[in-house]
């Protein structure tokens, strides 16, 4: 069992920043890292940026990419995703997962909670 307590979600304006937190305990072991995915309102939930725990990888959505940064803290087992320049279009729940990777894709395996984001134009 894992458990993922996010936090940092707002409201902000357009060109703003925001920073995410994801707080993760129990048996992350079993598992190769940790991601960001978000929903908008009607549309499907989408992966926004990834991370294994080593730190050394790191992947990003195209939508995000020069914007967005992911990282992690390993002595507090918290990764985070701090989000610069944003914009209206970035507005939806931000969830955070972790997740094994198989045959290359992503499976995430338990989630957090999910923190609204609000980007105002």
């Known amino acids: 069992q894992v458990q993922l307590v996010e936090s940092g979600g707002g409201l902000v304006q357009a060109g703003g920043s925001l920073r995410l937190s994801c707080a993760a305990s129990?048996?992350?072991?079993?598992?190769?890292?940790m991601g960001w995915f978000r929903q908008a309102p009607g549309k499907e939930r989408e992966l926004v940026a990834t991370?294994?725990?080593?730190?050394?990888?790191?992947s990003y959505a195209d939508s995000v990419k020069g914007r967005f940064t992911i990282s992690r803290d390993h002595a507090l087992n918290t990764v985070y995703l701090q989000m610069n320049s944003l914009k209206p279009e970035d507005t939806a729940v931000y969830y955070c997962?972790?997740?094994?990777?198989?045959?290359?894709?992503?499976?995430?395996?338990?989630w957090g909670q999910g923190t609204q984001v609000t980007v105002s134009s």
């Open positions: 997962a972790v997740f094994r990777t198989v045959l290359g894709t992503i499976q995430p395996s338990y």
């Open positions: 991370i294994t725990w080593s730190g050394l990888t790191t």
């Open positions: 129990g048996r992350t072991s079993s598992t190769n890292g």
